[in-house]
């Protein structure tokens, strides 16, 4: 059914039809909506058989989910930003205990500097935990694979960390096609764990493991999350069939296949990359875009493919290794090392900085003339950088967020002139 909703408020929905059992929340920005919404849904009826748990922490909220789903129960929680990182041995816990929990994640900025706004930096906090991590270009999307998440979860016995732009997403209200319980639940069917704390037949999950089988246990994870990548592409197709819409799976390529440029990106840049395209396309200029929808796994052989016959790819990340640069270039470059491509590492967004048309064009028009660096930080402030860069030969230059607020003329989030 098309109702115009807020991103938040769709995913709760879509996640109430998927009948989880327990829900641990607390709340953080950009995503509290979510689980208010869901609160909502179980006072009111419509979800009917949930446990849903008000707890003191992050790290409360993701030990619970560990709880429940050792005992059997389908779990669902969502956080954002520093409470990802408050629960972040428990992250590591989920994924090495192989227990099926989906999480939303809305995208947001890591402090220090606190910022609320969006980037990836959580996400790329965690994408060695052993999670799988997808991510959508859409609320349509967001909806879509939040049900793909609970069923591939499910089968592979992993937990799957769904993300999703914070506020661009989260908080924008677009029309999107809920889907109703029938279709949900010919889809996803019910639960049956591989693995449950039962007192009729006692086990043990989480036993003390030494060097004599550490690797193999942690080989089997890595085994697990390679396996995923066939799972995650046949059950795309299958909910294609289902819900009539092209959603989820390991990638989607935009535009000509033949393209010489191609802009490689994961989340809602894909938005405005398209309408680029648009723009672009009416003038005779002519580029590709490979949207990331797996994060994790990587899915390195389909990437090199979709990428075979470009010549410089321009890959877009809002996130980057501080010390060492893009995280998701690094890794398009590993899954390329075989091809003849040229890779741009262009780091934008940052703690939701605008990313417009206007500025990717100068991208686009700059590849085109073979004019674009190695790697681009993108709409950077060069003169109030090298201020400060001054500014720091005084041993007592003072705090740099501070400083950088004043030469731009900022106090916090409000502008002083």
């Not at 709340?27 to 949930?50: F, R």
């Not at 227990?99 to 402090?111: D, W, Y």
């Not at 939040?146 to 999703?164: C, K, T």
């Not at 674009?372 to 402030?381: A, I, R, V, Y």
Request: aromatic letters at 6%; proline letters at 4%.
């Amino acid at each position: 059914m098309l109702q115009q909703i807020s991103g938040s408020i769709a995913v709760a929905e879509a996640i109430a039809l998927c009948r989880p059992e327990v829900i641990p929340c607390y709340p953080i920005t950009p995503q509290t909506h979510i689980v208010e919404h869901l609160s909502e849904l179980i006072k009111s009826g419509q979800l009917k058989g949930c446990t849903y748990e008000n707890v003191e922490s992050e790290f409360a909220s993701l030990s619970l989910c560990i709880g429940s789903s050792g005992a059997g129960a389908r779990t669902y929680t969502a956080t954002a930003s520093q409470g990802l990182l408050f629960m972040m041995e428990a992250v590591y816990n989920a994924s090495g205990l192989s227990l099926p929990i989906v999480m939303t994640l809305g995208n947001r900025a890591i402090g220090a500097p606190i910022n609320i706004w969006n980037d990836h930096s959580d996400a790329m906090s965690a994408r060695d935990a052993g999670w799988i991590q997808l991510f959508v270009e859409s609320n349509q999307q967001a909806v879509d694979v939040h049900i793909q998440a609970f069923r591939l979860a499910e089968a592979l016995s992993l937990p799957v960390m769904v993300n999703m732009d914070g506020f661009i997403l989260t908080h924008a209200v677009t029309r999107i096609d809920i889907p109703n319980q029938q279709q949900v639940d010919g889809f996803l069917p019910p639960l049956v764990p591989r693995q449950q704390l039962d007192v009729r037949a006692p086990i043990t999950i989480g036993a003390m493991v030494g060097p004599d089988a550490f690797t193999e246990v942690r080989y089997l994870a890595h085994h697990a999350q390679k396996q995923a990548l066939a799972v995650i592409e046949q059950q795309a197709a299958e909910f294609e069939q289902i819900f009539g819409r092209d959603s989820g799976g390991l990638v989607k390529y935009y535009g000509n296949e033949n393209a010489e440029i191609v802009f490689v990106a994961m989340g809602s840049v894909i938005g405005s990359l398209r309408e680029m395209q648009r723009q672009t396309a009416e003038e005779g200029i002519d580029f590709g875009i490979l949207s990331l929808r797996s994060f994790r796994p990587f899915p390195a052989q389909v990437i090199s493919l979709a990428l075979g016959k470009a010549k410089s790819a321009i890959v877009f990340e809002k996130s980057f290794a501080v010390g060492m640069g893009g995280v998701l270039t690094s890794e398009v470059h590993m899954a390329t090392e075989a091809n003849d491509l040229k890779i741009h590492s262009v780091i934008g967004g940052l703690g939701g900085r605008s990313i417009t048309i206007k500025s990717l064009r100068k991208l686009l028009d700059a590849a085109l003339k073979n004019e674009l660096p190695n790697e681009t930080f993108m709409d950077l402030d060069t003169a109030t950088v090298e201020r400060e860069i001054e500014r720091q030969q005084d041993q007592a230059s003072g705090p740099v967020a501070e400083n950088i607020l004043r030469d731009v003329g900022v106090v916090s989030a409000s502008k002083t002139h």
